[in-house]
């Protein structure tokens, strides 16, 4: 008899068939990606529902055995900005409705705060207990992107709705908690801290001088890797300012060069991605264009020999809910340089894995780099360090394990005791729901 569970994880913009690397692919629908294929191969049974966004998709894919995708009609069947969808949620909305009338589940996973908008209906409409995963809030990115942020302001009140209603709220990371306690009242009982992981089959060391050939890379260059998504947050300019200044801090003969890793094509397009073209342009300012090279998007299975190429990985952004890149490169052995923000200070230890930094702070990364370009052997032992810390706190098992007790928590409350815990908040849902269009 099979004991699993049966879990909806909705993910509206983040679809586990996307590639990562794109403006809107990343952490989370890797993170979506394995957390429903963990599942299965455990023996639940997982639904992930997310936005139909091209036209001829099938409206139920397998992912693998036990897991599959189910494309629900949101809008145009084309790419929408994450931005722009949340006038599309309400179609959301009905159509996983339609669907859980007729296929029961245990209860529901909601990542990103639209997607809890559509678990939160649920729960009031059919019972359904969820749990949300935020992947990024949105009164910290206001804080970091001010005018930049283009997210419509009825986010901050949908994501504390959903921080108050729902059943468990799971914090990636200890920044993460002491936000949603101090900006959105979490009830602490009700919040639990699972973080991000790496799949241990996709990244593992390997031969430098070997992942170098392999990549046409120089064999005696200090090589500086910066991988993922290219957007203004994640300051990747910063790492250029920098590598500018360590320029002049290195020995006589010896050159340095920054790799990055990223955007929305397999060649560097900077009319497809403009974050290249900002990029290249900030290079040739400071006059070290020749040692700042762009590959375009890599597919994930052609990533491992990057971040075994590198003498270092670098990670400075703004601000970071999360970052499951740094763990794939400690995976790899590679010290990690990162900002001293949000979940790059849970991930790496200061000092034992890596070093943090202040974002923002050129002249800070280029001390440590110019530290780690002059002593290898220090280098080694904090990458050594990273490997083992990934692999006993990290590993998507681990993080399975973590959303497993989770899941059982909210499994086990009453139907009847959820519905009367939430009957005034269903009076309060149909009143808004005539004032806020987007309910």
Known sequence: MNTGLRIALISEHASPLAPAGGVDAGGQNIYVDHVARTLA???????????????????????????????????????????????????????????????????????????????????????????????????????????????????????????????????????????????????????ALVPCGFDPQEFAPMDRAEARRALGLEPDEFLVLQLGRLVPRKGVDNVVHAMALLRDRLPPGRRARLLVVGGETPEPDAARTPEIGRLRALAGELGIAAEVQFTGHRARHALRPFYAAADVFVSTPWYEPFGITPLEAMACAIPVLASDVGGLRHSVVDGATGFLVPPHDPAALTARLALLQQDPALAARLGAAGRRRVQRLFTWDKVVDGLLGVYRGIRRVPVPARRSVHAAGAGRLALAAQERPWL
């Not at 929408?80 to 209860?107: G, I, T």
């Not at 108050?164 to 009830?187: F, M, S, T």
Request: proline fraction near 7%; charge should be positive; hydrophobic fraction near 40%.
């Open 41 to 191: 191969r455990r023996g639940h049974r997982v639904d992930v529902f997310t936005r139909r966004d091209a036209p001829g998709l099938p409206d139920v894919q397998p992912l693998c055995r036990g897991a599959r995708v189910v494309h629900v009609a949101a809008g145009p069947d084309r790419y929408v900005r994450k931005e722009d969808l949340l006038q599309h949620m309400p179609q959301f909305m009905r159509s996983c409705e339609r669907w859980m009338r007729h296929n029961a589940y245990d209860l529901a996973h909601a990542n990103f705060f639209m997607s809890g908008l559509v678990a939160r209906h649920l729960q009031q409409r059919l019972g359904l207990p969820f749990a949300i995963t935020f992947h990024a809030l949105g009164l910290v990115r206001l804080q970091h992107q001010k005018s930049a942020d283009t997210f419509p302001p009825e986010r901050i009140e949908i994501e504390r709705d959903c921080v108050r209603d729902a059943d468990a709220v799971i914090a990636e990371c200890p920044q993460d908690r002491a936000d949603l306690i101090g900006l959105y009242n979490a009830a602490p009982q009700r919040l």
